[in-house]
């Protein structure tokens, strides 16, 4: 009980350090970065409702992040649609999408799945692509301006710092992990498991796999979408690569595998992760640390190489990064944190 | 009165017929063997009943309900629940969460659940596993599990597929106990075994399968007396 009580406190204080981070940072980069997380944390915990806790590996969330954001800024650019309305357009577009795909999809099992997700997000990449009059093709659409947000008169914000972008973030992470412990603290999480583990057991024991599965597709999709809509309006731009990409769903998974797949934490961890790595590796922030620590000079050979590709090397070393994960730790950070607390539910021996 | 009734039910898997023509129906509140050797179709016969092939031939009355072309789930809620040769534990899962699975299809609130799937692992005896992992379980323990996750769906027939299988004659005897406890109760249950000794102390009446066909039927005394059965398990010359 006292447990209990611990992880409200401090789960309250960090939420309220969270609120009021906005107050003390003035810093762009800073508030850039918290909300990179937020977007991942999102992201991955979207995915880990239909990976994690449905066993349903989907590789292809990039069209549900890209229906979403396409949407939200096709209507803003072009129909002045404001993007708090235009995002809830996206959601009811993404759950249709969803329900298409997974009757489609979900008559496959294991590896076949797996393929028809991605074949399925490329298509929408391919069609975003090519369906110029409506999308502007490879051009992409470009929606910097962003309508100031108004209850009657008030303005509550004007979208020109990071800040009101800072608590859609907030907001949005906030909300997937609250679905996700509502899923896992629900029927709806017991049979996903039950799913997930053994789907021919789970159907014996009365659970339709068919509606179950697309449940868990619409729940991950829709969330995906709103995902993909702040992306959007936060960058202010989309075009196929960056938000319909095969990239963009391997990321999505990989978040949520590398922090441990079907727990409520583990897509938070793999963001703590991923997200400063990536920035990390993107910003040549490690060759300058290695020339600041004097392992290496600036105007050696190495030191030229290095800021020469590292940058580029980025992808390269989340490769690693994954293959050392699944090798080491196959139940993500989450697992292996597990493994070194004391185990309460030891295996029988 | 007859809770299942199997009327001229064929299987075919291109040319051959796993099942031919078996019909017998299964009264309620007793127990029904069904033996026969390796390949018989005993599995094929479960698996034609609880909707995971439709039968190519015939007619599965459950209940006074026709089953043909409903899906495992949909047989389930009906009232008719089976249990794997092969185990199928929800590994990740503990022993409860596994066990509330079944009790879930009757309620959705877990705390119910989690209060039925405890009277269940009472009466498997498995309550001190509450909390362990299923995958971790040894094959005695995870057979009662199957068996008490099948169970929580509240079934009026429970069809176990060679439950002792692969168990020692002390976790054996544990499962006869078990079996006869659940008969106690007034569960309609219908048994594959290759165990005959422990086959005949339970069966009520027993159905024999040779090559997909039904050899005989009888109480276990005349089934084991029937010399067309000696044949099928010792072969023609031993007899």
């Known amino acids: 009980m006292t447990k209990t009580i611990l992880k409200a406190v401090v789960g309250l204080i960090l939420l309220a350090a969270l609120l009021v981070v906005p107050r003390y940072v003035e810093s762009p980069y800073a508030l850039h970065m918290m909300i990179l997380l937020f977007l991942s944390v999102s992201q991955g915990q979207s995915w880990n409702i239909l990976g994690g806790y449905a066993g349903q590996y989907s590789v292809g969330h990039a069209a549900y992040f890209g229906v979403g954001a ?47 997700s991605i074949a399925v997000a490329e298509i929408m990449r391919l069609s975003a692509i090519n369906l110029t009059t409506l999308t502007n093709g490879a051009e992409g659409i470009l ?16 979208f020109l710092t990071k800040v009101p972008f800072y608590y859609i973030g907030l907001f949005l992470a906030l909300l997937t992990i609250g679905i996700t412990y509502w899923v896992q603290h629900s029927k709806l999480g017991y049979y996903f498991q039950a799913i997930r583990e053994d789907q021919d057991a789970a159907h014996s024991l009365g659970i339709h796999i068919t509606i179950y599965k697309n449940i868990g597709l619409v729940i991950s999709a829709v969330l995906t979408s709103l995902a993909g809509a702040f992306y959007g309006i936060y960058v202010g731009f989309v075009d196929p690569p960056t938000v319909l990409g095969l990239d963009v769903s391997v990321q999505i998974m990989l978040i949520c595998i590398i922090g441990g797949m079907g727990t409520i934490w583990g897509p938070v961890l793999g963001s703590l992760l991923l997200v400063p790595l990536s920035e990390a590796l993107r910003s040549n922030m490690i060759t300058e640390g290695l020339v600041k620590v004097g392992l290496v000079s600036a105007d050696s050979r190495v030191g030229l190489f290095l800021k020469e590709n590292l940058a580029h090397a980025h992808v390269l070393l989340y490769g690693i990064l994954v293959v050392l994960v699944i090798l080491f730790m196959p139940e993500g950070l989450m697992g292996f944190l597990k493994k070194l607390a004391p185990r309460r539910n030891r295996e029988a021996v | 009165m007859a809770i299942l009734e199997i009327k001229s039910v064929s299987k075919f898997f291109g040319g051959l017929a796993a099942n031919s023509d078996v019909s017998f129906s299964v009264e309620q509140g007793t127990i029904m063997g069904l033996i026969g050797p390796n390949g018989a179709g005993k599995t094929t016969l479960f698996n034609c009943i609880t909707g ?15 089953m043909n072309g409903l899906q495992p789930d949909k047989v ?35 705390k119910h659940a989690r209060e039925l799937a405890m009277e269940q692992l009472k009466v498997v005896r498995l309550e001190h596993r509450e909390d362990f992992l299923a995958g971790g379980l040894p094959i005695g323990e995870r057979k009662k599990l199957e068996v008490a996750r099948a169970l929580a769906t509240k079934p009026k027939l429970l069809l176990l597929d060679e439950v002792m299988g692969g168990l020692n004659p002390a976790e054996s005897e544990e499962i006869i106990q078990l079996i006869l406890d659940i008969k106690a109760q007034g569960l309609t249950q219908m048994v594959i075994e290759h165990d005959m000794k422990a086959i005949m102390r339970i069966s009520d009446r027993i159905v024999v399968l040779t090559s997909g066909e039904k050899l005989t039927e009888g109480t276990p005394q005349e089934v084991v007396s029937n010399q067309d059965v000696i044949d099928a398990y010792l072969g023609e010359s031993h007899a």
């Open chain 2, 52 to 66: 995971y092939y439709p039968p190519s031939r015939g007619e599965v009355i459950f209940d006074g309900r026709r």
């Open chain 2, 76 to 110: 389930c809620m009906l009232g008719m629940v089976r249990t794997w040769q092969k185990v199928r534990p929800l590994a990740k899962l503990s022993v409860i969460d596994n066990v509330m699975v079944g009790a879930l299809a009757h309620t959705s609130s877990l």
């Open chain 1, 70 to 116: 396409y949407t939200t800024m096709m209507l803003m650019h072009s129909k002045q649609v404001v993007p708090w309305v235009g995002v809830w357009v996206g959601v009811a577009i993404v759950i249709v999408v969803a329900l298409v795909i997974g009757s489609i999809c979900f008559r496959l099992r294991g590896p076949y799945f797996v393929l028809a």
């Open chain 1, 143 to 158: 929606a910097t301006e962003i309508p100031a947000f108004k209850i009657g008169e008030r303005v509550i914000t004007d």
